[in-house]
């Protein structure tokens, strides 16, 4: 963090973990203290007027007003850095982050899928090599839907509400949602993107900091919103090997991806995102399991 810190961290932004983070930060401070100084200087300005111009001292009023040129001067220097601030500085840094995509054999690659609510995370496995994915395929063990049929699927991970990835390596994201719009939000990466269905939207970041960070959904996409959260874990590249050799034998194990895959400590039950939360209207779809219908608790925070 830069010493101007002191306003991001008043309103609460967490510390920031990537390597693009604190451009980002740099710009949403400098743009504060900008607008406190103007919110300071229009109220000053606007006392003086009060005094200045009040009743008592003009009983009648001026059809000329004022003929200083000061206020168009300070209005257009306003402008003026409100101008240098989007075009210099605000608009380049978008298109970096938009336009300029690491290369994809330096990234770890990750497909995000969205639905209500939970996330669920899809990684190619050792041969590099997404399976195709088939919507009618779509079960509960199967959420993504992934072809058994296809050799490149084989191998695939498929993790429900916790992502694995090596610090200081780009992570290249594809994301998209099964259901409703979703915002795949994680607050330390300094990145957001809504997860819309029907469309893959790329997204990137580059951890710089090992550590446990939270994903969260952005955007209200329902009853279970609240809960639709996820964990990010940025590892050594050791520790991250380690995580993904235990995955990928657990994928080679089993025909078809593991769907309920837990994170450690989540308690046992349903597939998160299947069960109503409470208060949930009943659902409509006749095929709905009638048996579920005892108050069931809140979708994990972590599912
Ligand atoms: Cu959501």
């Given at each position: ?5 002191l ?13 693009h983070?604190?451009?980002i930060?740099?710009i ?10 103007l919110?300071v ?5 606007f006392?003086f007027v009060?005094?200045r ?10 059809h000329?007003?004022?003929r200083?040129a ?5 209005e257009?220097?306003?402008?003026l850095?409100?101008a240098?601030l989007?075009?210099g ?5 978008w298109?970096?982050r ?7 054999q ?15 995370f899809?990684?190619?496995?050792p041969?590099g090599?997404f399976?195709?994915r088939?919507?009618g395929?779509?079960?509960?063990s199967n959420p ?6 296809d050799?490149?699927?084989?191998d695939?991970?498929?993790v429900?509400?916790e992502?694995?990835v ?11 949602s099964?259901?409703v ?8 990466m300094?990145i957001?993107?809504d ?23 952005g ?9 639709m ?5 940025v ?8 995580w993904l ?10 025909n ?6 837990q ?9 998160p ?24 608790p809140?979708p994990?925070?972590?599912?």
């Amino acid at each position: 963090m830069n010493s101007l810190a002191l306003i991001n961290e008043f309103l609460g932004l967490p510390p920031n973990a990537s390597e693009h983070g604190y451009q980002i930060d740099a710009i949403i401070e400098f743009a504060h203290w900008f607008m406190g100084a103007l919110f300071v200087g229009w109220s000053l300005f606007f006392v003086f007027v009060l005094v200045r111009f009040h009743k008592s001292r003009h009983p009648k009023a001026d059809h000329h007003g004022v003929r200083s040129a000061i206020s168009t001067h300070l209005e257009f220097s306003c402008v003026l850095i409100e101008a240098v601030l989007l075009i210099g500085f605000a608009i380049p840094l978008w298109a970096k982050r938009v336009n300029e995509f690491p290369a994809g054999q330096d990234a770890i690659l990750v497909h995000v899928v969205g639905q209500q609510f939970n996330w669920t995370f899809h990684m190619p496995g050792p041969d590099g090599q997404f399976g195709k994915r088939n919507i009618g395929l779509v079960t509960n063990s199967n959420p993504l839907g992934i072809d058994p049929n296809d050799p490149g699927g084989k191998d695939d991970i498929v993790v429900l509400g916790e992502l694995h990835v090596p610090v200081d390596k780009p992570v290249i994201i594809e994301l998209s949602s099964k259901d409703v719009i979703h915002n795949f939000d994680i607050p330390h990466m300094r990145i957001a993107a809504d997860a819309i269905p029907g469309s893959l939207t790329p997204m990137w970041f580059k951890p710089v900091k090992a550590g446990t960070y939270e994903v969260v959904c952005g955007q209200l996409c329902g009853l279970g919103h609240y809960g639709m959260k996820g964990t990010v874990v940025v590892d050594s590249p050791t520790d991250y090997q380690q995580w993904l050799k235990e995955r990928a034998e657990l994928a080679g194990t089993q025909n078809a991806p593991p769907a309920t895959q837990q994170p450690p400590g989540a308690p046992a039950g349903p597939t998160p995102g299947t069960v109503p939360p409470p208060g949930a209207p009943k659902q409509e779809n006749p095929a709905a399991k009638p048996e579920q219908k005892p108050a069931q608790p809140a979708p994990t925070p972590s599912g």
